[in-house]
């Protein structure tokens, strides 16, 4: 089922500001709150609003949504990290409304939406892909071979022989750093390093892995499939989340991001939603009128050329061009059209073309 536009969820238009979002959702959760109203399709409708909020009124999630569509939020972010950095706490203040029972209908536990302590994650990366606008007008799914640093599978990222254990660095204790105080002018001074021994690890390896070598991880070659959503733009970026690089010690892994490039085409310039294109018709189809064939990425379509018609002149066929990735539909196709003049004339096509400009002059 296709997913409704967030500002008609929220009745906004698209220039809405900041403070139009949050009094429009103030005003909707107050109506479907679960708490105040019982209708069966309260709380689902609630749901929808507040999805709407969490995504137009943070600055970089409402630019990929403005750009995208749902095909960017849903590659970009999962239903928990769109509420996760969401502060729902100033909406609901006064309004008698816990929402970590908010929290709990979305994610089926309690919790909070503020922003949790960033775990040690490992680095993102990077891959660029071209495509080709066949590619961006129909979607399609392609697979990448990406280089990244994982948890070496023999000693599961422990950088140790199997069987055996890294030890507690005697150094640090385990904490991985190591602190030193001094007494100042200003009073006592403590200054936080990394550890040297373990080098920030807490451990120490003293048998170490034969496959990894006591580093914990490995560089590898994974083969992942990227879905390319129809009607993306030149220099998208897709998020793979928990696709990036692992190395040990990090607690999660980073994220893969897919930038897309289109490929020149020899037929079609892109236009955001709109394709341009160039048609060549003779002089005579110019002068006289004619009907054409256009070849599109929907297929062929008629064209009308009206007698008269000079060279430069722009049509449009409605709903012949890229699908829009934001809402539903397709742009439009523009033909240029080129009077041709033919190089070589026959004695007769010469005497006939002769007689047209005599014709013209009188």
């Given at each position: 089922m296709e997913k409704k536009d967030y500002y008609d969820i929220l009745g906004l238009d698209h220039s809405a500001t900041k403070d139009d979002i949050k009094k429009a959702y103030r005003k909707?959760?107050?109506?479907?709150?679960?708490?105040?109203?019982?209708?069966?399709?309260?709380?689902?409708?609630?749901?929808?609003?507040?999805?709407?909020?969490?995504?137009?009124?943070?600055?970089?999630?409402?630019?990929?949504?403005?750009?995208?569509?749902?095909?960017?939020?849903?590659?970009?972010?999962?239903?928990?990290?769109?509420?996760?950095?969401?502060?729902?706490?100033?909406?609901?203040?006064?309004?008698?409304?816990?929402?970590?029972?908010?929290?709990?209908?979305?994610?089926?536990?309690?919790?909070?939406?503020?922003?949790?302590?960033?775990?040690?994650?490992?680095?993102?990366?990077?891959?660029?892909?071209?495509?080709?606008?066949?590619?961006?007008?129909?979607?399609?799914?392609?697979?990448?071979?990406?280089?990244?640093?994982?948890?070496?599978?023999?000693?599961?990222?422990?950088?140790?022989?199997?069987?055996?254990?890294?030890?507690?660095?005697?150094?640090?204790?385990?904490?991985?750093?190591?602190?030193?105080?001094?007494?100042?002018?200003?009073?006592?001074?403590?200054?936080?390093?990394?550890?040297?021994?373990?080098?920030?690890?807490?451990?120490i390896i003293e048998d170490p892995c034969p496959s990894c070598r006591g580093r914990g991880s490995l560089q590898k070659t994974r083969k992942i499939e990227v879905r390319i959503p129809k009607g993306i733009d030149d220099g998208a970026h897709l998020r793979l989340a928990g696709q990036g690089e692992h190395p040990r010690g990090a607690t999660q892994s980073g994220d893969l991001y897919v930038v897309v490039h289109m490929r020149q085409h020899s037929v079609y310039e892109r236009r955001g939603a709109d394709l341009y294109r160039k048609l060549s018709i003779s002089f005579p189809q110019a002068s006289l009128g004619a009907t054409v064939s256009v070849e599109t990425l929907h297929g062929s379509e008629k064209l009308k050329i009206p007698e008269g018609t000079e060279h430069g002149t722009l049509f449009k066929l409605k709903g012949n061009g890229m699908p829009k990735i934001h809402g539903s539909g397709f742009g439009d196709l523009y033909v240029l059209i080129e009077v041709t003049t033919p190089k070589k004339l026959s004695r007769r096509a010469r005497l006939l073309l002769e007689e047209l400009q005599r014709e013209l002059e009188n």
């Open positions: 909707l959760a107050l109506k479907y709150h679960p708490d105040k109203n019982k209708e069966k399709s309260a709380e689902e409708k609630f749901k929808e609003i507040s999805e709407a909020y969490a995504v137009l009124y943070d600055d970089e999630k409402r630019k990929m949504y403005d750009q995208y569509g749902h095909a960017g939020i849903d590659q970009q972010y999962t239903k928990e990290d769109i509420f996760r950095t969401t502060d729902f706490g100033d909406i609901f203040r006064g309004m008698g409304f816990d929402i970590n029972d908010i929290f709990e209908q979305f994610f089926g536990r309690r919790g909070g939406f503020t922003q949790r302590p960033r775990a040690q994650r490992g680095n993102d990366i990077r891959y660029d892909i071209e495509i080709s606008v066949e590619d961006a007008f129909r979607g399609v799914e392609t697979e990448l071979e990406v280089p990244r640093t994982e948890l070496c599978d023999t000693c599961k990222g422990s950088g140790a022989r199997p069987g055996r254990s890294p030890k507690r660095c005697p150094s640090c204790g385990g904490s991985g750093q190591m602190q030193s105080s001094r007494r100042t002018a200003f009073g006592m001074f403590t200054q936080i390093s990394e550890c040297s021994k373990c080098h920030g690890q807490g451990s």
